[in-house]
């Protein structure tokens, strides 16, 4: 069986064709767009432009899996539709202008989603699960291999390069603001109070953009998807004072994400220090594959 998924997130939009044989499945096409749809919201509406954006992505990812014959092609949106005050209307002219049917999932959803691809893509057992996307960040606590507690937080790489950054890059006081903001969501958390987490799974693009930084500096093969903890303090220490030697690395490494690395490593790096966490274990799987196994596998073998 073929199937499509898209995942219009506030960053970027997804897609994914999978080649599924049972539980088991196989990537033939992955494509990415970065949309910035949050880029759109104007006094809580995601404005015409934006959701024009959007439709313009789904069209092209239309005619990209034409050639595969789907058995079915699905379109979910996070915190980019969910997080707007004209959700409806952002779906119903998609629906009107591509056919398409957005399924727009609450947050805590994206982080039980998210935590199903990630186990699948790691085999791990137990740990924290951190998905920085550019609206929301989701985490949820699993031990072996059984799913805890499953949070979503309003904020993300993209809001807040948005809601604090003024140039490229955040200077001093705009990098302890993005900290600040994100300290104070974590410790409004009561299911992660006092929680401690020596490994991390990793899902998403801002910290897959974390081990790619740390595997080209370290001269590391591109496929490692491991890192300490304390490499990514190390992989920010370099744009307290931009250096152009770092600023070319994170121009030639990750070009579509230059604005939005930097916030979501911070970010990332209040999450590590909070949860003590030692390690970092990048999945290569995360909410599409969650949500290929959980709503529409799952689905087809219950029917």
């Not at 799987?285 to 969650?290: A, K, L, M, T």
């Amino acid at each position: 069986m073929l199937y499509g998924i898209v995942d219009v997130g506030s960053n970027t939009i997804r897609l994914g064709v999978y080649d599924c044989e049972g539980p088991a499945f196989r990537v033939l096409l992955a494509k990415k767009e970065t949309a910035g749809l949050a880029g759109y919201v104007r006094k809580g509406n995601l404005s015409a432009q934006g959701i024009d954006r959007c439709i313009q992505v789904l069209r092209a990812y239309q005619a990209a899996v034409e050639p595969f014959r789907l058995d079915g092609f699905f379109v979910f949106a996070t915190a980019s539709l969910r997080n707007v005050r004209n959700t409806d209307e952002a779906v119903r002219r998609i629906w009107e202008e591509t056919g398409l049917r957005v399924d727009v999932i609450p947050g805590r959803d994206e982080a039980v989603l998210d935590f199903a691809g990630a186990v699948y893509g790691t085999g791990m057992e137990s740990g924290l699960m951190v998905d920085i996307g550019g609206g929301s960040i989701e985490l949820a606590a699993f031990s072996h291999g059984r799913l805890e507690q499953a949070v979503s937080v309003d904020t993300g790489s993209l809001k807040l390069y948005t809601r604090h950054v003024k140039e490229l890059l955040p200077a001093k006081a705009e990098r302890r603001a993005i900290r600040e903001e994100v300290a104070e969501k974590l410790a409004a958390l009561r299911e992660f109070q006092g929680r401690r987490f020596s490994q991390i799974c990793g899902v998403g693009g801002t910290i897959r953009g974390c081990c790619r930084l740390y595997n080209v500096r370290g001269e590391l093969p591109e496929d490692n998807a491991r890192f300490p903890a304390g490499a990514v303090k190390a992989l920010l220490r370099p744009y307290k004072e931009p250096e152009k030697e770092a600023c070319d690395l994170l121009i030639r490494v990750l070009p579509d994400r230059v604005h939005t690395q930097l916030p979501g490593m911070l970010a990332f790096q209040t999450i590590l220090e909070t949860y003590g966490a030692e390690q970092v274990i990048v999945s290569s799987c995360g909410v599409r594959e969650g949500y290929l196994l959980e709503r529409v596998l799952r689905a087809f073998q219950e029917k």
